[in-house]
T-cell receptor, first 111, second 112 residues
């Protein structure tokens, strides 16, 4: 397909791990990104992974990349109420290196 | 504080009117972008500019135009607004094309 695919909603209990999945389209994408959008705000870069890596860990965040399946995931350990937001996966496509986003996954934290 | 400034913050516009959304960055980034965000559709790229003096079309360019006369400014113009252009518009920049984006706080535009 032509679109970056993400599930639209995810509910997780506080303290559990959240896993947000993404399927991207361009196998030559140099970087893959995760952005976070809190209510009423713009997007902020959360983390990224270079295409020659399989995994990247940054404190509570773990990014896994499966290039064969063009699958990217973001794991948030010990999910907190402050993690409630929309999470966007993004890839680089085309010869002009345009950055294209998925539709976003809304993470809802249950008490 | 370095960053991206968008103006106005919000606007209600009558259909058929012309409107320019302003975007200025002070980070000396080469690449700049305009996205629109709509419920259920995520962010879609409208136009982009990889360096001053050049522009390119994104996923949804129709009804919009841009210019990049200098490094800092990247205005987005709606020549004749239509209700389907009601959206939240985000300007973004990156040091060079393909690197991580810095976003402005957005302009909420309603076309009636």
């Amino acid at each position: 397909g032509e679109d970056v695919e993400q599930s639209l909603f995810l509910s997780v209990r506080e303290g559990d791990s959240s896993v947000i999945n993404c399927t991207y389209t361009d196998s030559s994408s140099t970087y893959l990104y995760w952005y976070k959008q809190e209510p009423g705000a713009g997007l902020q870069l959360l983390t990224y992974i270079f295409s020659n890596m399989d995994m990247k860990q940054d404190q509570r965040l773990t990014v896994l990349l499966n290039k064969k399946d063009k699958h990217l995931s973001l794991r948030i350990a010990d999910t907190q109420t402050g993690d409630s937001a929309i999470y966007f996966c993004a890839e680089i496509i085309g010869r002009d290196d345009k950055i294209i986003f998925g539709k976003g996954t809304r993470l809802h934290i249950l008490p | 504080i370095a960053g991206i400034t968008q103006a106005p913050t919000s606007q209600i516009l009558a259909a058929g009117r012309r409107m320019t959304l302003r975007c200025t960055q002070d980070m000396r980034h080469n690449a700049m972008y305009w996205y629109r965000q709509d419920l259920g559709l995520g962010l879609r790229l409208i136009h982009y500019s990889n360096t001053a003096g050049t522009t390119g079309k994104g996923e949804v360019p129709d009804g919009y135009s841009v210019s990049r006369a200098n490094t800092d400014d990247f205005p987005l113009t709606l020549a004749s607004a239509v209700p389907s252009q009601t959206s939240v518009y985000f300007c973004a920049s990156s040091e060079v094309q393909g690197l991580a984006l810095h976003f402005g706080n957005g302009t909420r535009l309603t076309v009636t």
